[in-house]
């Protein structure tokens, strides 16, 4: 049996072979990096320090690009008491054997002021490869503004973890984070609200609701987003993007009114649930939509582009005689097939781009949908099912295991407020994505903030779900029996250390975690 301290390592590896003895990394150790391998260079020198060049036959550490190997994004890691030799099948391979020799330097090397000192790590043989390729955190910045400072520090959580996909909800009825070139409103009026709801409103009569007296808002520039993007590049994280549409645009409606069908007045939403305020769909507001698609394309070069096509009410649809008529001409029955209508124009603008639409499982209600669309499920199996039958590609979201916006213990007067439900970290660990066959690109988490307003409470929310969450999709089989989660608990525990040297304000682990 592997010693869990010894090699607390999260996600756990494919096949790792115990060794003794440790390896010493001190000043005088040398590198050499392969061409292709510069990535996982820079991530070894942030972790260990600056050191001597090597050359490849006789450095002390040697990051090599073997394409033949674990596959995809694989890695063989081989410690010895003379040598380190990390092997990736591409770069991203090389990359994630530096963030596993990370996990297996002191704790304290993660520190920000770290004493020049020597090194150790466990001697060992590692063999690894990722079972899913999309392997990603959805975090909701619209509804709850986040700092660009924060966004950077969570990529660089999810690259120790060896997470791969950073989805950022941009838009929604509570907030609009992003510059649009020819609507300078959306910066003005629509990324900030006067107030925000106390506590839940779901339950509560309009007239009985409370407001903080508050203004809330912030969006991010386009030499931000830009900057974010490389970042993350940098530690082989792709951004994806979500502007939510047809619906959730009563924050860009509030700016400007004629994308919306005049029927009610329009303000920047101040509280939760869903919006009747929606898109006209009237030719100002598809070329709305395209244009701010067209910037968002400029800013993300990500092959996905999540365009939401959730929770869409169509009341304004049918009280709008113009939209009525726009369903008449365009030879459609109904509210539903004119969703419809729009995620394929949207799909085809984006396929125009070499781009393809994400959307959450609300797309499929009107198909067909293009067949390189994708969909993310949030609403259980049958929706996977639904999506697998319209022959497109799924990525797993499902609330009831990886909604990190849930409550984390059935105390909820012990937690922080929350949005509801319950996903402990034994259910988050539990989870397996692969079971419904080879159209899984992978699985997300997802982190909605109505109810999280700081970098504080997200990361209590993130951690130590998310490090479950890296390990339920990494891993590989299909195995209907639920994974160890008594060894999971006993690496997990020791990476804690590193999770505090690293500052990130976890959730601590209950007496008996769930």
């Not at 050499?32 to 002390?60: C, H, V, W, Y």
């Not at 008491?81 to 990370?102: E, K, N, P, S």
Request: proline share 8%.
């Amino acid at each position: 049996m592997t010693d869990p301290a010894r090699y607390a390592l999260i996600p756990e590896p494919t096949h790792l072979t115990p060794r003794a003895a440790s390896f010493r990394i001190a000043g005088e150790t040398t590198v050499f990096i392969a061409p292709g391998a510069e990535t996982a260079g820079r991530a070894l020198e942030r972790a260990i320090g600056p050191s001597l060049p090597g050359n490849a036959q006789d450095a002390d550490i040697r990051i090599s690009i073997v394409p033949e190997g674990q596959g995809t994004n694989g890695y063989r890691l081989d410690i010895s008491t003379d040598r380190i030799d990390i092997l990736g099948t591409d770069a991203t391979g090389a990359f994630y054997g530096v963030q596993t020799l990370r996990q297996l330097l002191p704790p304290d090397s993660e520190a920000p002021e770290r004493p020049g000192r020597t090194l150790t790590v466990p001697c060992v043989q590692i063999e690894d490869f990722p079972r899913f390729a999309w392997r990603g955190l959805m975090l909701d910045v619209a509804r709850h503004f986040m700092p660009v400072d924060f966004l950077r520090r969570v990529i660089d959580v999810l690259s120790l973890h060896k997470l791969d996909v950073l989805h950022l909800h941009l838009t929604d009825d509570q907030g609009w984070r992003i510059e649009v070139p020819g609507y300078p409103r959306l910066t003005e009026v629509s990324a900030w609200r006067t107030e925000t709801v106390i506590g839940h409103d779901s339950a509560v009569p309009t007239w009985d609701l409370r407001y903080d007296g508050r203004s809330h808002g912030g969006f991010y520039s386009t030499a931000e987003l830009s900057d974010l993007v490389a970042y993350a590049e940098e530690r082989h994280v792709t951004i994806i993007p979500e502007v939510d549409m047809p619906g959730h645009m009563q924050a860009a409606i509030a700016a400007y009114p004629d994308l919306g069908n005049g029927i009610a007045e329009p303000e920047v939403r101040r509280r939760w649930n869903i919006s009747t305020q929606i898109l006209s769909l009237n030719e100002p507001a598809m070329r709305f939509c395209r244009d701010v698609l067209t910037e968002v394309t400029r800013i993300f070069p990500s092959e996905f582009i999540h365009c939401g096509g959730d929770e869409v009410p169509t009341d304004e649809w049918r009280m709008s005689p113009q939209v009525q008529q726009r369903i008449k001409d365009l030879g459609l029955p109904d509210e539903t097939a004119l969703q419809g209508w729009f995620t394929r124009q949207i799909a085809a603008f984006l396929d125009e781009h070499g781009r393809r639409l994400v959307g959450w499982d609300e797309v499929l209600d009107a198909r067909p949908l293009p067949a390189n669309c994708v969909v993310m499920p949030w609403r259980g199996d049958t929706a996977v099912r639904n999506a697998l039958n319209a022959g497109v590609d799924v990525v797993m979201t499902p609330a009831q295991h990886l909604y990190l916006n849930y409550n984390q213990s059935t105390d909820v007067h012990a937690e922080p407020l929350a949005i509801g439900g319950f996903v402990p970290l034994s259910m988050v660990h539990a989870y397996t994505p692969g079971r419904f066959g080879d159209r899984v690109l992978g699985a997300q988490a997802q982190l909605w903030t109505e109810y999280i307003d700081s970098p504080e409470l997200a990361e209590y929310m993130l951690f130590p779900r998310l490090c479950a969450f890296a390990e339920a999709v990494w891993r590989q089989g299909t195995s209907p029996d639920a994974p160890d989660f008594a060894r999971f608990l006993e690496r997990l525990r020791p990476h804690l250390s590193r999770l505090d040297a690293l500052g990130v304000r976890y959730r601590p682990l209950d007496a008996k975690p769930d």
